[in-house]
């Protein structure tokens, strides 16, 4: 008889069985790969949160600086406010919460809107007003001069 193989092999006991041993490594090394994958999963679903609120606040306040749910007027100025003869300036405004917008005197048509810009032509010093109107009746005003040299 061969004294390398045994008739009736003794099975190895569970401190000196690998198969133990792997199984032991492979369960560790899973639920260490589950537990990094659910702490980055924890990371994002954070860093997502905050920056959901910072995009909300960045919201408000741009929602605040066009004037937010109040009705007026944002802005009204020229561009430039003196001109020579036969040169054009820009009249801008911004308004906020208005129904509608009349420019006087001007033939070109305007509309509510946060900032738009139309270009006149005075031949002599004009005063130009705006009015909005925000649809219950109430009126807000502004004047701006431009000069003709």
């Known amino acids: 008889m061969n004294m390398l193989t045994e008739p009736n092999p003794k ?3 569970g401190f000196r069985n690998p198969l133990l041993y792997t199984s032991v490594a492979v369960v560790l090394a899973m639920l260490y790969a589950g537990w990094v994958l659910f ?5 994002v679903r954070e860093l997502e949160e905050k920056s959901k609120a910072e995009k909300l606040a960045q919201d408000q306040k741009i ?8 009705f007026g007027i944002l802005n009204f100025y020229a561009s430039p406010p003196i001109i020579q003869r036969s040169e054009t300036a820009q ?4 308004v906020s919460n208005a129904k ?5 005197p001007q033939s070109n048509a305007v509309w509510p809107s946060y900032m738009r810009c139309i270009e006149v032509a ?3 010093d004009t005063t130009y007003t705006l009015t909005a109107e925000d649809g219950r009746g109430n009126t807000k ?3 701006i001069v431009v000069k003709v040299r």
Do not use: H, I
Request: charged share 25%.
């Open 11 to 13: 099975p190895y006991s």
């Open 39 to 43: 702490s980055r999963r924890q990371e």
């Open 63 to 70: 929602v605040e600086s066009l004037g937010g749910s109040s």
């Open 91 to 94: 009249l801008c405004y911004g």
């Open 100 to 104: 509608s917008v009349r420019l006087e």
């Open 122 to 124: 005075p031949k002599e």
């Open 141 to 143: 005003t502004a004047t």
